[in-house]
């Protein structure tokens, strides 16, 4: 084949690259899509406040009435059994149930928001990984984070490291897989 034809061939198959490439991919809507996770999860985040305030509430008067029940003598001010310390406490949970509602919404929202970023920036997020047997589900991302770190340190360092946050059982555990 001459050489001419075969650079042009070459040439034509870049180009046929470089534009299903760069077309793949609308960065404007991307940016667009990653704005509305932004305010997705911001609005997640204040409702995820406004639940933990309503759960405060909640618990607030909850025991209030429990105080109220146990000792009415110094506790019922209004005279009436307690019925209205039920009342506020009931009328806190109901509060809760609905911010916890509002929660909810605002996670699917963020969840929704985060599919759209898949589709509109061509990226797939990775799978969260397999917990570890035998490490506590709150130590799961410092086993991570250690594993990572297994081949640029020793395993004597490891778990020095794993061991100021976790127990010798559980840093074996997690040091012990691939």
């Given at each position: 084949?001459?050489?001419?034809?075969?650079?042009?061939?070459?040439?034509?198959?870049?180009?046929?690259?470089?534009?299903?490439?760069?077309?793949?991919?609308?960065?404007?809507?991307?940016?667009?899509?990653?704005?509305?996770?932004?305010?997705?999860?911001?609005?997640?985040?204040?409702?995820?406040?406004?639940?933990?305030?309503?759960?405060e509430e909640y618990e607030s008067k909850k025991s209030d009435y429990d105080r109220c029940r146990r000792f009415p003598d110094t506790y019922d001010f209004l005279g009436?059994?307690?019925?209205?310390?039920?009342?506020?406490?009931?009328?806190?949970?109901?509060?809760?149930?609905?911010?916890?509602?509002?929660?909810?919404?605002?996670?699917?929202?963020?969840?929704?928001?985060?599919?759209?970023?898949?589709?509109?920036?061509?990226?797939?997020?990775?799978?969260?990984?397999?917990?570890?047997?035998?490490?506590?589900?709150?130590?799961?991302?410092?086993?991570?984070?250690?594993?990572?770190?297994?081949?640029?340190?020793?395993?004597?360092?490891?778990?020095?490291?794993?061991?100021?946050?976790?127990?010798?059982?559980?840093?074996?555990?997690?040091?012990?897989?691939?």
């Open positions: 084949m001459p050489l001419k034809l075969l650079v042009f061939i070459i040439t034509i198959i870049m180009a046929t690259v470089v534009v299903d490439v760069a077309g793949a991919v609308s960065y404007s809507g991307c940016a667009s899509e990653l704005d509305e996770l932004k305010n997705a999860a911001e609005e997640a985040i204040n409702a995820s406040r406004r639940a933990k305030s309503a759960e009436d059994q307690c019925r209205s310390k039920y009342r506020y406490a009931k009328d806190a949970q109901d509060e809760l149930g609905y911010a916890v509602g509002r929660l909810q919404s605002a996670l699917s929202s963020v969840d929704i928001a985060t599919q759209d970023v898949k589709s509109s920036c061509g990226y797939s997020f990775a799978n969260p990984a397999t917990p570890m047997i035998g490490v506590k589900p709150e130590h799961q991302r410092m086993c991570a984070t250690i594993k990572r770190l297994k081949s640029t340190m020793k395993v004597e360092d490891l778990l020095g490291l794993c061991n100021k946050t976790m127990g010798e059982t559980e840093c074996q555990a997690c040091l012990s897989r691939p």
